[in-house]
T-cell receptor, first 115, second 114 residues
Framework: GENVEQHPSTLSVQEGDSAVIKCTYS??????FPWYKQELGKGPQLIID?????GEKKDQRIAVTLNKTAKHFSLHITETQPEDSAVYFC??????????????FGSGTRLSIRP | DTEVTQTPKHLVMGMTNKKSLKCEQH?????MYWYKQKAKKPPELMFV???????INESVPSRFSPECPNSSLLNLHLHALQPEDSALYLC?????????????FGNGTRLTVT
């Protein structure tokens, strides 16, 4: 089955600097890669996603890149702000509706923004 | 604020109690999910309902019983739980069925089993 590895597990950056979180996946059939942000006491919220027919996607300060050949994808946050502090999960899934297609989450990255 | 509403926010129950968790969404989404999240871990899938029918059960113990009364509501009935079942229980929905769709999570119910 699919396996998603996420690094680093913790990341501390100075406010205004950039943060990068990296994930690798094992199943070449995976074609949907969402990123979720989970703040303390809240549920995960989708912040950006990318499908396998696209190499890069950007939404204001957040961007995701996908390398299908290497089976890895990354989240880039520029000009970090205190409200970016949270746990970030990458995930991978494929088309279909069975346990074999279910979303597999990475282990999470705790991002802290230093003032 | 999240568009998936979960109640209660917190629940403490003994191992002999029966309780229910409730989830509601009014986005017209056709798929609804229950996830379990332990501290410092990612969410783990428990159940999936598609068009109000149970489509996936991830081998969850029978002490957890899901119910989907209508397209907007999802319940999780709890009975004879164990202390290790203490966790954050998250409800989610997606517009279409199939896992290649964005999930909309609620803020969860923090369950403590004593």
């Amino acid at each position: 089955g699919e396996n998603v590895e996420q690094h680093p597990s913790t990341l501390s950056v100075q406010e205004g600097d950039s943060a990068v979180i990296k994930c690798t996946y094992s199943d070449s059939a995976s074609n949907y890669f969402p990123w979720y942000k989970q703040e303390l006491g809240k549920g995960p919220q989708l912040i950006i996603d990318i499908r396998s027919n696209v190499g890069e996607k950007k939404d204001q300060r957040i961007a995701v890149t996908l390398n299908k050949t290497a089976k890895h994808f990354s989240l880039h946050i520029t000009e970090t702000q205190p409200e970016d502090s949270a746990v970030y999960f990458c995930a991978a899934s494929k088309a279909g509706y069975s346990s074999a297609s279910k979303i597999i989450f990475g282990s999470g990255t705790r991002l802290s923004i230093r003032p | 604020d999240t568009e998936v509403t979960q109640t209660p926010k917190h629940l403490v129950m003994g191992m002999t109690n029966k309780k229910s968790l409730k989830c509601e969404q009014h986005m017209g989404h056709r798929a609804m999910y229950w996830y379990k999240q332990k501290a410092k871990k990612p969410p783990e899938l428990m159940f999936v309902y598609s068009y109000e029918k149970l489509s996936i059960n991830e081998s969850v113990p029978s002490r957890f019983s899901p119910e989907c009364p209508n397209s907007s509501l999802l319940n999780l009935h709890l009975h004879a739980l164990q202390p290790e079942d203490s966790a954050l229980y998250l409800c989610a929905s997606s517009q279409l069925d199939g896992f290649g769709e964005p999930l909309h999570f609620g803020n969860g119910t923090r369950l403590t089993v004593t």
